[in-house]
């Protein structure tokens, strides 16, 4: 028994002596390895030899094996160190430790360009998410709705996986969502006569107006003056984003024309969504801000990013003077 086991002893030894060089061999590079649904062993080699070399998959692969790994149930993106053994890397892909993605939302004025970059990081399409965004029953859970679903998308960084579904990317956006409209800030949205959605909708206008945050509450202010008095907002960003146009600095006449429900110098309220996602700063900047009289804005002669406030129309129409008069002076069209 003594010889036998002492056998046993020196098999092992000489395995490991020929295996370590094996199992410790590092990858010479970085790479992200996605293995879809119900991938087979094939594939996950395939994917080893594209993105680090073909003997680190072999390698790997033979070790994951004997691992008893089952790729067709490792749906998810793994990140493979520069340096990483195959022994870790055999871990990481048959234990199914996933490396999650981050998504960043920030100042996205198009959705459908929003969706398409989220989509483009994760394992399902665009219009999949679409779908959910369209579903009125499903926004309802948030106090929105299909046209105001942009709200929902705070400027956030998320972590998910790259298999999750797009219902439970949402559902995280979402919680982000509603963990941020606590009661203290509706009742501050109730104060001002305001829905979340609608404060989002203020909000997201109001970050097109300034970077500035001394500014933003004021603003925001501003235009719920309008609102609530009945005026039309006259908002230059709604008229950019109703022709799809960010670029154009000087809004004129011809531009005031565009048939669209944000087209707010022909519609009466608020538009039907926001213009962009907006962040809990801007929010939280006019939920916070004092009380003001403010009818009219416009920006600085100076160009300095900042505006002059009026009550008046009269006190508005000479600021709006000195405001053309830079512009014409600049040729700025």
Same mark, same amino acid.
């Given at each position: 028994?003594?010889?036998?086991?002492?056998?046993?002893?020196?098999?092992?030894?000489?395995?490991?002596?020929?295996? %370590?060089?094996?199992?410790?061999?590092?990858?010479?590079?970085?790479?992200?390895?996605?293995?879809?649904?119900?991938?087979?062993?094939? /594939?996950?080699?395939?994917?080893?030899?594209?993105?680090?070399?073909?003997?680190?998959?072999?390698?790997?692969?033979?070790?994951?094996?004997?691992?008893?790994?089952?790729?067709?149930?490792?749906?998810?993106?793994?990140?493979?160190?520069?340096?990483?053994?195959?022994?870790?890397?055999?871990?990481?892909?048959?234990?199914?430790?996933?490396?999650?993605?981050?998504?960043?939302?920030?100042?996205?004025?198009?959705?459908?360009? /929003?969706?398409?970059?989220?989509?483009?990081?994760?394992?399902?399409?665009?219009?999949?998410?679409?779908?959910?965004?369209?579903?009125?029953?499903?926004?309802?859970?948030?106090?929105?709705?299909?046209?105001?679903?942009?709200?929902?998308?705070?400027?956030?960084?998320?972590?998910?996986?790259?298999?999750?579904?797009?219902?439970?990317?949402?559902?995280?956006?979402?919680?982000?969502?509603?963990?941020?409209?606590?009661?203290?800030?509706?009742?501050?949205?109730?104060?001002?006569?305001?829905?979340?959605?609608?404060? /989002?909708?203020?909000?997201?206008?109001?970050?097109?107006?300034?970077?500035?945050?001394?500014?933003?509450?004021?603003?925001?202010?501003?235009?719920?003056?309008?609102?609530?008095?009945? /005026?039309?907002?006259?908002?230059?960003?709604?008229?950019?984003?109703?022709?799809?146009?960010?670029?154009?600095?000087?809004?004129?006449?011809?531009?005031?024309?565009?048939?669209?429900?944000?087209?707010?110098?022909?519609?009466?309220?608020?538009?039907?969504?926001?213009?962009?996602?907006?962040?809990?700063?801007?929010?939280?900047?006019?939920?916070?801000?004092?009380?003001? &009289?403010?009818?009219?804005?416009?920006?600085?002669?100076?160009?300095?990013?900042? &505006?002059?406030?009026?009550?008046?129309?009269?006190? &508005?129409?000479?600021?709006?003077?000195?405001?053309?008069?830079?512009?014409? %002076?600049?040729?700025?069209?």
């Amino acid at each position: 028994m003594r010889y036998i086991i002492s056998g046993v002893i020196f098999a092992i030894i000489i395995a490991g002596f020929f295996c %370590a060089p094996s199992v410790f061999r590092k990858a010479d590079k970085e790479a992200t390895i996605r293995i879809p649904l119900n991938a087979t062993e094939k /594939m996950v080699k395939d994917s080893l030899s594209r993105y680090i070399d073909e003997d680190f998959a072999t390698k790997t692969i033979r070790l994951a094996g004997l691992m008893n790994a089952d790729f067709s149930s490792r749906h998810g993106a793994y990140y493979i160190e520069k340096g990483t053994t195959v022994l870790r890397a055999a871990r990481k892909l048959s234990h199914g430790a996933q490396t999650p993605v981050r998504i960043t939302i920030n100042g996205f004025r198009n959705r459908d360009v /929003m969706l398409d970059r989220i989509s483009a990081k994760l394992d399902f399409s665009a219009d999949s998410l679409r779908r959910w965004l369209n579903d009125n029953v499903f926004l309802s859970a948030y106090g929105l709705n299909s046209q105001n679903a942009t709200a929902l998308f705070m400027d956030d960084t998320y972590e998910v996986y790259w298999s999750s579904s797009p219902k439970s990317l949402l559902d995280k956006i979402g919680q982000n969502y509603l963990d941020f409209w606590t009661e203290k800030r509706k009742e501050k949205a109730r104060a001002m006569n305001l829905t979340p959605a609608e404060v /989002m909708i203020i909000a997201s206008i109001t970050d097109e107006e300034t970077n500035n945050i001394s500014e933003k509450g004021t603003i925001g202010r501003l235009y719920n003056n309008r609102l609530q008095k009945g /005026m039309r907002l006259q908002s230059d960003p709604t008229i950019r984003f109703a022709l799809n146009d960010f670029t154009i600095k000087r809004v004129r006449g011809e531009h005031l024309n565009v048939s669209s429900p944000y087209n707010t110098y022909r519609n009466a309220g608020l538009p039907p969504g926001p213009i962009r996602t907006t962040s809990k700063q801007t929010v939280d900047a006019i939920l916070d801000s004092k009380p003001n &009289h403010y009818l009219y804005m416009c920006a600085k002669e100076d160009f300095s990013g900042t &505006h002059n406030f009026a009550t008046t129309f009269t006190e &508005h129409s000479q600021n709006a003077r000195r405001y053309q008069k830079a512009l014409n %002076a600049r040729n700025i069209h």
